[in-house]
């Protein structure tokens, strides 16, 4: 219970930056010579916490963050008159209820088999749906899926490893 609530905060903080950050700014992605809406990286860490979060807490915690992320960035963009902002949130939850429904459906029967597998796949799968829909909604094209794709990837890939890290570091005792 301890590890969730800072894990918990760790995500929200991480969807709203992202949000502003895509309302905002483009970056490049390292190692690909792709462009993607700057709150890609925080996005892919996002989709290995997600995951995280369901194993110490379940899903339905898990899924009300998401909400609470697209609220609370909907509501800075609102008071703050950036209309950007209010776009990219819509985008954000839409995107997200889809993307980490179906990495929940992928994670769940996985994780117990293998938690680094569960992780790396369900997050993967969410990657390619979160971007699609996140381009259309947000952008009306799929301009910087590559990027954006490639960039989470990066991301899950580094949680990934951070997760196979963990799990023989501190193995689980059920």
Known sequence: MKTFFPLATCYLGLVILANWLASAYVVGVPLTGYQAPAGVFCIGAVLVLRDWMQQLRGLVWTMSLVYAAGLISWAAGDIAG?????????????????????????????????????????????????????????????????????????????????????????????
């Open 82 to 174: 950036w209309t950007s902002l209010e776009k990219i949130a819509i985008a954000s939850v839409v995107a997200f209820t889809v993307s980490e429904t179906i990495e929940a459906v992928i994670f769940t029967p996985i994780r117990k088999r293998n938690l680094t597998l569960g992780v790396a796949a369900s997050a993967t799968i969410g990657n390619a749906v979160d971007s699609f829909l996140f381009l259309i909604i947000a952008f009306g094209g799929m301009g910087f899926f590559w990027g954006q794709f490639w960039g989470k990837s990066e991301m899950i890939a580094i949680g990934t490893l951070l997760t196979a890290m963990r799990r023989r570091v501190v193995p689980v005792t059920v």
